[in-house]
């Protein structure tokens, strides 16, 4: 028996899988396991005689400007190999609050999804799984120890459970933290809270600052996603936050984190299956709590941003989460 990772997308959907091997060898492969958020499958395929394989990788010690080698079967090529260096670490593209992809300048086009980024040292550090729409050279790939941390999951269960509070979050910048009186700009600032999930329950509110886990510090929102991710959905966990500048402690009983469909389509940076409005915006109305915290004037109508679609015309305009929209021309 052997194990094949590959992209959610280059699977969903199939009705027979077909893996061929460089030894001319064909096997049937069956999807085993696949998790749309982060855009990984799992493949298991049989063959009597042993299978190569490559080593996986620390993708956690890669740096900017290091040489890989991207492999896959662009436009129908087969194992075509391309070379370049990492050009980023953490790209958010899709979901912001998991994706931390690899990007390269490695070329990577149509049908390198699913293939290995491999290091100078010949160890794969990365799925390649997408391409820019809007540059040439700019390519994607899922970080190795991303669908590492998932395997287990994907290869008992076929599908991946993460924990879920139910916030909306963002960053404490220094804007935010003489707003709201903070003594640090560490942690994650909660912008909305959504109804009837475990921060709901909790009692956890708007302009709360979780600074920590159970005792474990928090630096910025991806820390806290991470951590609370990768926690079971039905444990419980202690929240350290401040809320009005005092130090609280909130005690919440995790749930499952909803999955969200996600199709990327095969060489592009954006999910087929977009929705939004046509600045890419989604909001909440300005209120009292949200003029007194931004001393904005008695009476101001707008809306504060809670989320920002990739690509859209608002991400280009450099528009962002927590940003308050008073008028539009």
């Known amino acids: 028996t052997g194990y094949i990772l590959t992209n959610h997308h280059v699977v969903d959907g199939a009705e027979r ?3 061929r091997l460089t030894d001319g060898r064909t096997l049937r492969g069956e999807a085993v ?3 749309p958020d982060t855009d990984i ?3 298991r395929v049989e063959s009597s005689r042993p299978l190569p394989f490559a080593p996986l990788g620390d993708s956690d010690e890669l740096r900017v400007g290091e040489w890989v080698v991207a492999i896959g079967n662009p436009l129908s090529y087969e194992h075509t190999v ?3 260096v990492v050009s980023f670490i953490g790209r958010k593209l899709f979901d912001s609050s998991l994706d931390r ?3 390269t300048d490695a070329a990577i086009n149509f049908g390198n999804s699913g293939g290995p ?3 100078a040292r010949g160890e794969v550090i990365g799925i390649n799984a997408a391409i820019s729409s809007r540059a040439s050279n700019i390519g994607f790939a899922v970080p190795i120890n991303q669908a590492k941390a998932i395997l287990p999951q994907l290869r008992d269960s076929g599908r991946v459970s993460r924990g879920y509070i139910g916030v909306m979050l963002r ?4 804007d935010l933290q003489r707003a709201l009186a903070l003594k640090s700009a560490n942690g994650a600032l909660v912008q909305d809270v959504t109804p009837d999930s475990p921060g709901a329950r909790a009692g956890l509110r708007t302009y709360d600052v979780i600074v920590a886990v159970d005792g474990e510090a928090i630096d910025g929102n991806d820390a806290l996603v991470r951590l609370i991710a990768a926690r079971p959905p039905g444990s419980t966990a202690t929240v350290q936050i401040m809320r009005d500048g005092r130090p609280m402690n909130v005690a919440l009983k995790l749930a499952e984190r909803p999955q969200r469909e ?3 389509a095969d060489g592009s940076d954006q999910p087929s299956n977009r929705r939004g409005t046509l600045l890419g915006l989604s909001v909440r109305e300005v209120d009292e709590r949200t003029s007194a915290r931004f001393g904005l004037p008695e009476g101001s109508r707008g809306v504060v941003v809670s989320g920002v679609e990739p690509m859209s015309p608002a991400f280009d305009a450099d528009i962002e989460r927590g940003h308050v929209l008073l008028e539009i021309n």
């Open 17 to 19: 899988i077909v893996v």
């Open 33 to 35: 396991g696949s998790d």
């Open 41 to 43: 499958a799992l493949v």
């Open 82 to 84: 391309t070379v370049g």
């Open 101 to 103: 992809y690899i990007q």
């Open 117 to 119: 980024l491999i290091s």
């Open 171 to 174: 960053d404490v910048d220094l």
């Open 262 to 264: 996600r199709r990327v």
